[in-house]
C-alpha cells in the first residue's frame, strides 16, 4: 500500500483497504474521523494493481463530492491518477443524479463502485427499494458501501449492499 498511496495509512485503515480490495462486496462502517474515504481510495488503488480495476464509479452526496475529488488527488500521485497501472481513473456523480435517473449510470461501465451514503440515513439509497435495486443491477465487479449511520438499527442495508434480499 505504501507504493500506491502518497501517505501512509493507520494500521486499521490498511487492513479496511486490503478487506475492502478483497471482499467484492462490502461495507466499511467505521466512526465518524475514521478514514472511511481514505480506505475506499486505498482499496480502489489496490483494485486496480491487483485486480485489473481500470474505471470506478463513486455516487455520494453533493457536499461531498469535493472532498472526494480533494482526497483522491492527495493520496494519488498525479501520473497515476489515470493510469491503469496504477488509476483507476474515477468518476464522482452526485446521489442525487443517480436517484433522478438509475439507468444512467449503467453505461458508465464502471468495474468498481463505491457509494458514501448521506449522513442522514433517511435519505440513504439503500433507504430506497428502487434505488437498492438499481444499486445492485450497477455491472461493477467490486462494491465498497461507505456507511455513516449504525447498521443495528438498519440490517436491510447490509443485506442490499451484500447483494441479498431481504
Do not use: N
Not at 2 to 16: H, K, M
Not at 88 to 112: H, K, N, R, S
Not at 116 to 141: F, K, V, Y
Not at 154 to 160: D, I, K, S
Amino acid at each position: 500500500l505504501a507504493a500506491l498511496l502518497t501517505q501512509p495509512l493507520r494500521p486499521y485503515q490498511a487492513e479496511a483497504a486490503l478487506y475492502a480490495a478483497c471482499a467484492g462486496r462490502c461495507v466499511l462502517a467505521d466512526d465518524a474521523g475514521l478514514g472511511k474515504t481514505v480506505e475506499a481510495i486505498a482499496a480502489l488503488r489496490l483494485l486496480a494493481r491487483h485486480f485489473g480495476v481500470e474505471r470506478a464509479l463513486v455516487l455520494c452526496p453533493a457536499e461531498r463530492m469535493a472532498d472526494w475529488q480533494a482526497r483522491w488527488q492527495a493520496w494519488v500521485a498525479p501520473a497515476d491518477a489515470g493510469d491503469a497501472a496504477g488509476g483507476p481513473a474515477l468518476q464522482i456523480v452526485d446521489l442525487a443524479t443517480f436517484a433522478a435517473d438509475p439507468g444512467a449510470l449503467a453505461g458508465l461501465d464502471a468495474e468498481a463502485v463505491v457509494v458514501d451514503e448521506p449522513a442522514d440515513a433517511a435519505h440513504s439509497p439503500w433507504a430506497q427499494p428502487a434505488l437498492q435495486t438499481a444499486l445492485q443491477a450497477l455491472p461493477a465487479r467490486h462494491a465498497i458501501a461507505l456507511v455513516r449511520q449504525p447498521l443495528d438499527e438498519r440490517p436491510a442495508v447490509l443485506q442490499a449492499v451484500l447483494g441479498q434480499t431481504p
